[in-house]
């Protein structure tokens, strides 16, 4: 489960969030939208604290943070461990794939349970090579980013974010850099996710895909968040 609580954020006078509340329910599959600039990227960025906020409370599964404006300048050892534990519960997909050029696939994927996780590097290969699968890229493990399509590049990208074995998976527009006949293999991998139980929150235009798999819309419009269902 994740949720979000009282959050405020503002850049300078420009305040995006106002005591925002939400909850998304584990297992299902979010989707946001809105106009250009409402802060659906910042809302993503708040939920694994790569972006401060001014205050507000995220809840990730068993570990909640309540931060307040201003702490980021003093921050002690304890509270430090628990914004890097909030990291690691969360897989975060960008629009431009970011993936390292002089890496293999496989080694992409491995890189961050090796060294972050502090994985064995046989066992994190063995896991990888499972989610490649999963992804539909078993064949490609020795293959440059360069040599991949833009759809296989960001399934490379979920993959590796999966590889950390996250609680949520949050996706800012994944598609929007890709050739439109390759959206389909990114959001079926994410249709898949959806049917083994993992929470995502997809930032993406694509009002079919959310037709078809969301549970919820939240709808950002004129400073307000609201929850609507589609038909
Ligand atoms: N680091 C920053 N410093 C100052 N203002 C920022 C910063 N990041 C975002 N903003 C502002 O916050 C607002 C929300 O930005 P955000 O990127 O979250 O919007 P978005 O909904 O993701 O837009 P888009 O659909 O264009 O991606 C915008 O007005 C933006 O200019
Ligand atoms: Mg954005």
Redesign the pocket.
């Known amino acids: 489960m994740v949720k979000i609580e009282g959050l405020t954020k503002s ?2 006078t ?1 305040t ?1 969030f106002k005591d925002l509340t939400l909850e998304f329910p584990p297992g299902d599959l979010t989707v946001v939208m ?1 106009p ?8 993503l960025r708040c939920i694994n604290f790569l972006e401060f906020f001014d205050s507000g409370r995220i809840t990730i599964g068993d570990v909640a943070v309540q931060w307040n404006a201003g702490e980021a300048a003093n921050l002690p050892a304890e509270k430090r461990r628990m914004l890097q534990q909030m990291r690691l519960k969360t897989g975060m997909v960008f629009q431009s794939f970011n993936l390292f050029p002089h890496l293999t696939v496989l080694e992409n994927v491995t890189l961050a349970p090796v060294q972050v996780k502090k994985m064995r590097p046989n066992e994190a290969a063995a896991m990888s090579r499972r989610i490649l699968e999963r992804v539909g890229l078993a064949e490609k493990e020795d293959a440059y980013p360069a040599k991949l399509s833009g759809g296989q590049q960001q399934r490379v990208a979920i993959a590796r974010g999966l590889a950390m074995q996250p609680e949520v998976m949050l996706y800012d ?1 994944p598609t929007s850099q890709l050739d439109p006949r390759l959206v389909d293999e990114v959001f079926n991998v994410m249709r898949e996710l959806d049917n083994e139980g993992m929470t995502q929150i997809v ?1 993406t235009h694509h009002v079919q895909f959310a037709k078809d798999v969301a549970s919820g819309v939240l709808v950002f419009e004129d400073g307000r968040v609201e929850w609507r269902e589609l038909d």
């Open positions: 850049f300078g420009h995006l809105g250009s600039g409402c802060g659906k990227s910042t809302l527009e930032v």
